[in-house]
């Protein structure tokens, strides 16, 4: 809530969510409570299932207990309103008083920090609206950095700053260079798993906020992908030249790789754009066999046939080159979530036409948004892959319909274009220590199970009135959306949203009185999914959807005449 820190339940969840990796040289608070118990959350992470040898329980329920002991010693401290007197009550608890003094200090440590610098910067959320007032009285408001505070970053704190990014000079930093590496090592193993071979074209979706982020991230990855390496500067550590990774090194072929970048993504790193581009022409260039360089095999392929056709052989290099394309110089989106959101669309070609129309802008070199729509639908046409990390979890990809609108969009043109179903990523690198990739519809399962039907994320909706119900409704937008472009949902998924969204007594009267649009949405939202064939759904289940939606459409239309 703007202007308004967290209390009670939300306040410690928040404390502890900021508290899970490590903040600098303040270690993760479920790294400290691990080794009282003789382990490392990697271990717990990943024998989840299996027994501790030690406590005859299995790691996941360890987990559990870790985060019952961190949380009930956080309420202490609450209790005692963050007070020292709250840090010396906390350390006489059982679960703390009996171990070795070493690990006491430790966690004496981490209940400093919490009372004597973490809260006092979650306690300044009142500033926020301060700060707004005065920017809209053209008065000063203090900077401050970007970021997540929930991936480290509690020294972003407070909020409510004009914050500023980073100089995109020093794009990607070295950290974000051997998160890249790792992102794309876990790309190509999937696909290794699931085809046997190498992928030879990935497409990846770049956005300016989350690469101001982690310093990067997709960057790297692009570059890894190819096989070429940023050289940072000594002093400024500027990344203005690169470097061929040789392939005794690499030991895998060099990846062709198209990216598709934002309106804002061009806009605030156009030195990045160059860089990118750079690096296609530096692996094309390179002296080896075109089993070992996809991207030189691709674009000599490509730029042959252009010649055929009256090219000179400069000009048919120079567009078969191009690798990174978008929206045209001024404006912003992709279209997919505007034409999904009218219905005015038949099937995935309807998609795919807009994803190329409004992202078929060459960038590169002297080109700066030439229209090229074929070039990018041929390099659409080859894809085996597509890409779109993130770097926290505070957005997802079911909370917004930009994540479908771009990657999505990809995907949908990709199976329009080429005719077959790319294998789609989403990098999740919310943990820095542990970045994961999962297949699409992996993660939209993670986040449904998790977030959307979880009975926690429709309670604390409802505490949020008309806006909560708006939220909800987009959720269910947002997810039919994702299945018209990627088939990400499941008959049962559907089936969850009509049970918990608006069957649902309890639900379904709050959001009469609340917001009875945002019911009416979601209830049209399901019957259009099941109208268009993407969801089998229950007889039973129908005919209640189509009676409440008629109710709603009639309860709408009498308070209408009401007032006129």
């Known amino acids: 809530i703007l202007g308004q820190a967290p209390q009670g339940e939300i306040l410690i969840d928040e404390i502890l969510q900021f508290l899970r990796l490590d903040n600098g040289e303040i270690p993760s608070i479920y790294e400290i409570w691990a080794e009282k118990y003789d382990t490392t959350v990697d271990e717990i992470i990943g024998n989840a299932g299996k027994l501790h040898p030690r406590f005859q329980?299995?790691?996941?329920?360890?987990?559990?207990?870790?985060?019952?002991?961190?949380?009930?010693?956080?309420k202490i401290l609450e209790a005692y309103d963050f007070g020292d007197e709250g840090i010396e009550k906390a350390l006489l608890e059982t679960c703390i008083s009996e171990e070795n003094e070493s690990w006491k200090k430790k966690v004496a440590g981490i209940l400093s920090y919490i009372c004597h610098d973490l809260i006092q910067r979650l306690w300044k959320t009142a500033e926020e609206m301060d700060h707004i007032m005065d920017g809209l009285s053209s008065r000063y408001i203090l900077p401050g950095p970007s970021g997540s505070p929930h991936t480290g970053g509690v020294n972003l704190l407070p909020s409510g700053r004009n914050f500023f990014g980073l100089d995109t000079r020093v794009l990607p930093t070295k950290a974000a260079w051997e998160l890249g590496k790792r992102l794309g090592n876990q790309v190509i193993e999937q696909y290794i798993a699931d085809e046997g071979k190498y992928p030879e074209n990935i497409g990846m979706?770049?956005?300016?906020?989350?690469?101001?982020?982690?310093?990067?991230?997709?960057?790297?990855?692009?570059?890894?992908?190819?096989?070429?390496?940023p050289v940072w500067e000594k002093g400024s550590l500027q990344v203005k030249r690169l470097e061929v990774i040789p392939l005794s090194e690499l030991m895998r072929p060099r990846i062709d790789v198209t990216a598709r970048i934002s309106g804002l993504f061009r806009d605030t790193m156009p030195t990045v754009v160059e860089l990118l581009d750079k690096a296609v022409l530096l692996a094309a260039d390179l002296n080896e066999s075109e089993d070992d360089n996809y991207i030189k095999k691709h674009i000599s392929e490509e730029s042959s046939l252009m010649e055929k056709s009256g090219m000179t052989h400069e000009e048919s290099w120079r567009n078969a080159a191009y690798r990174i394309f978008g929206d045209a110089p001024g404006t912003y989106g992709a279209g997919v979530s505007a034409l999904l959101e009218s219905r005015n669309w038949q099937t995935v070609d309807d998609l795919a036409d807009v994803f190329v129309r409004w992202g078929g802008h060459a960038y590169g070199g002297a080109v700066k948004g030439e229209y090229s729509p074929e070039l990018f639908r041929k390099r659409l046409s080859v894809m085996d892959v597509t890409v779109k990390n993130e770097d926290n979890h505070e957005t997802n990809m079911l909370s917004s319909d930009d994540y479908n609108a771009y990657h999505g969009g990809m995907i949908a043109a990709v199976r329009s274009i080429r005719g077959s179903v790319p294998h789609s990523y989403a990098g999740d690198s919310a943990d820095r220590l542990r970045p994961k990739v999962r297949t699409v519809q992996e993660e939209a399962k993670r986040i449904f199970r998790m977030e959307s039907i979880n009975p926690k994320y429709i309670n604390g909706m409802m505490n949020h009135g008309y806006k909560g119900a708006s939220d909800m409704s987009k959720m269910v937008s947002v997810s039919f959306q994702w299945d018209a472009t990627s088939?990400?949902?499941e008959d049962w998924m559907y089936e969850k949203y009509a049970e918990k969204y608006a069957l649902d007594e309890k639900v379904q009267d709050w959001m009469k009185r609340v917001n009875p649009w945002a019911l009416q949405r979601i209830t049209e939202t399901l019957?259009?999914?099941?109208?268009?064939?993407?969801?089998?759904?229950?007889e039973k289940t129908m005919k209640e959807l189509k009676n409440l939606y008629l109710s709603i459409e009639g309860e709408l239309e009498g308070e209408g005449d009401d007032n006129v």
Do not use: D, P
Request: glycine share 6%; proline share 0%; aromatic share 12%.
């Open 527 to 538: 019957l259009e999914a099941e109208a268009r064939g993407l969801w089998n759904a229950k």
């Open 487 to 489: 088939e990400v949902m």
């Open 57 to 74: 329980i299995t790691y996941s329920e360890l987990m559990s207990r870790i985060r019952n002991e961190t949380k009930n010693i956080i």
């Open 205 to 229: 979706v770049f956005w300016s906020g989350s690469n101001m982020r982690s310093h990067g991230q997709c960057i790297a990855e692009f570059l890894y992908f190819m096989g070429i390496k």
